[in-house]
């Protein structure tokens, strides 16, 4: 496992990233497992007053509920493989988590928009870890004070990037479309909710 990150270039906050922390015969297996045994569902959320079906598939585990965009996901039990990945992560992002939020990108249609993961629950500058199996897309950020101010992570497989405090407070992050043929990923993003 890569124990020493790189450190992500963005003002005001602190992210790191952990190249392939889960070896790449690891990331295949656990791929593949998460793909099969996850209960991935198509989620409705709401934007601007109307229902909007989500481009990617989703499910959560975790300890408490976890509501954005109008959508609450329910506390659910923690099925294997996940409590192992979330103690590596949590090993490296020295923070304890108590839910994920998994995401699978089928195709290059499938995408995440601008957003930060800065719901009330997570409190007010909450650390967020994000581990990716399968292909590799573009992971952007934007400074939410200044839309020309953008960066793009390479993340890969068995990456894991821990956004750190700032991050949320003053960057939005994204995956978006693209035309070119890709596989699929999976993303899971650790958090700690504070409050219900």
């Given at each position: ?16 990233h ?50 954005y ?12 493989p996940l ?37 009330a629950?997570l ?32 993340l ?17 992050h ?5 035309a ?17």
């Open positions: 496992m890569t124990a020493t990150p790189e450190r992500v270039a963005l003002a005001g906050a602190e992210a790191d952990y190249r392939a922390a889960f070896p790449s015969g690891e990331a295949d297996r656990l791929f593949a497992v998460l793909r099969r045994e996850l209960d991935w569902r198509e989620a409705t959320i709401r934007l601007f007053g109307r229902a909007v079906t989500q481009p990617r598939l989703s499910a959560w585990y975790g300890d408490a509920p976890y509501t965009s109008n959508l609450t996901w329910p506390a659910r039990p923690w099925p294997d409590p192992a990945i979330k103690a590596r992560v949590e090993a490296l992002a020295g923070q304890s988590f108590n839910g994920v939020l998994a995401n699978l990108y089928r195709d290059g249609r499938d995408s995440m928009g601008w957003h930060a993961d800065d719901e629950e409190g007010p500058d909450p650390v967020v870890a994000s581990v990716v199996f399968g292909t590799a897309r573009r992971f952007l950020f934007k400074r939410k004070d200044d839309a020309h101010r953008k960066l793009e992570v390479a890969g497989h068995g990456d894991i990037l821990v956004m750190g405090p700032g991050t949320q407070r003053h960057w939005l994204a995956v978006p479309k693209t070119k043929p890709v596989g699929e990923r999976i993303n899971l993003t650790f958090r700690l909710i504070t409050a219900s």
